[in-house]
């Protein structure tokens, strides 16, 4: 909450606040009810009324924070709260003993040291080692020395370190046709955790959505866990959405959409966050279609573009409601583009 309120007032100069209060002033009024605030965000930017409108924008940090730390370590986690996210991405897959692991790949081999560590077990997959086997790994080495050591995380350890964080996390399941019951594992391990049952405020991004590329095992997984909001990963074909209305986010790659696509999607009263984008100019032309975030390695370039963006919102806003008037504004040679975190 402190992180959505400092966003909105660092989003807003003094002098801008100023030229826009006639508009503030009649906010709460366009504040969406129901299940519509993409909706309702899209057709404010294309109007003159705020650009703040139901959940914020945000930049989710993809793997932790892959792109400054190894993927899916309580590091990568740590370094995204470091970089200001709001929100985190992780994979899950389950181990031999039916325990929850924070992994991306199928195998361990691109990402730990298994190959020395267990020189006669391969083809090293996640679901073939024991969670005590899996802490014996160092999950740190290949992406720096300075992370040598950093273990394989449970995903227990990661939420309760997002919950210490007051971090928002989605959680994608990887490749859940390998793991049958894998479903029943989560729900098991999320039921337990009241915090993470609790969705935040209709004005705060998700505290926790689930995520998958397999779009029937995420159905499964939103009738054992209902109250969650449940995203589909990839490019559900435009005239297949409202197949899909039971769910609550579509996640294409950044690549893949245009504006007509993100309005079918929020046209259908879903929201859209593309992965992956890690450039400035990216996250830009996303945001330009009116995406409801995205997905980035880079959550501190993420959360600069977003506030240049309705900074630039806002001076449009204000210039409509002035005549143009932008004296006490800043300029528009202020917004750049961040290219690098
Ligand atoms: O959250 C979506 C994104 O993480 C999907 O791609 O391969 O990085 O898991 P991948
Ligand atoms: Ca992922």
């Not at 892959?66 to 740590?78: C, F, H, Q, R, S």
Request: some cysteine.
């Amino acid at each position: 909450m402190h992180q959505r309120i400092g966003f909105i007032v660092g989003a807003v100069t003094f002098s801008l606040s100023t030229l826009a209060g006639p508009v503030l002033a009649t906010s709460p009024t366009l504040i969406p009810q129901g299940n519509e605030p993409a909706q309702a965000r899209r057709s404010a930017f294309g109007s003159s009324d705020l650009p703040e409108q139901g959940r914020p924008l945000v930049a989710v940090s993809h793997r932790g924070a892959a792109g400054t730390a190894p993927e899916n370590t309580l590091a990568a986690i740590d370094e995204g709260h470091r970089l200001g996210a709001e929100s985190v991405e992780i994979d899950v897959r389950p181990t031999s003993d039916e325990e929850l692991v924070l992994m991306h790949d199928a195998t361990l081999e691109r990402t730990t040291d298994v190959a020395e560590v267990f020189p006669d077990r391969a083809p090293y997959n996640v679901g073939d080692f024991t969670l005590e086997e899996l802490g014996r790994l160092d999950a740190g080495s290949f992406f720096g020395p300075e992370f040598e050591g950093e273990p394989v995380p449970s995903l227990s350890e990661a939420l309760d370190r997002l919950q210490e964080h007051d971090m928002n996390l989605l959680l994608e399941v990887k490749e859940p046709e390998l793991y049958p019951g894998i479903e029943r594992l989560i729900a098991a391990e999320l039921k337990g955790r009241p915090h993470w049952m609790e969705p935040n405020a209709p004005d705060e991004p998700h505290r926790l959505l689930v995520q998958s590329f397999d779009w029937e095992y995420t159905e499964r997984s939103k009738e054992l866990l209902p109250s969650l909001p449940h995203g589909l990963l990839g490019l559900v074909p435009e005239n297949e959405i409202d197949d899909y209305t039971w769910a609550q986010q579509i996640n294409p790659a950044h690549t893949t959409i245009d504006a007509d696509y993100v309005a079918a999607v929020q046209d259908a009263g879903l929201e859209i966050m593309p992965y992956t984008v890690n450039e400035a100019d990216g996250m830009y032309r996303l945001l330009g279609m009116g995406v409801d975030g995205f997905i980035t390695d880079f959550p501190g370039t993420g959360q600069r573009v977003i506030r240049e963006f309705r900074e630039g919102r806002a001076r449009q806003v204000a210039r409509e409601s002035e005549g143009a008037q932008t004296d006490g504004c800043t300029g528009e040679g202020e917004e750049t583009r961040v290219l690098t975190s």
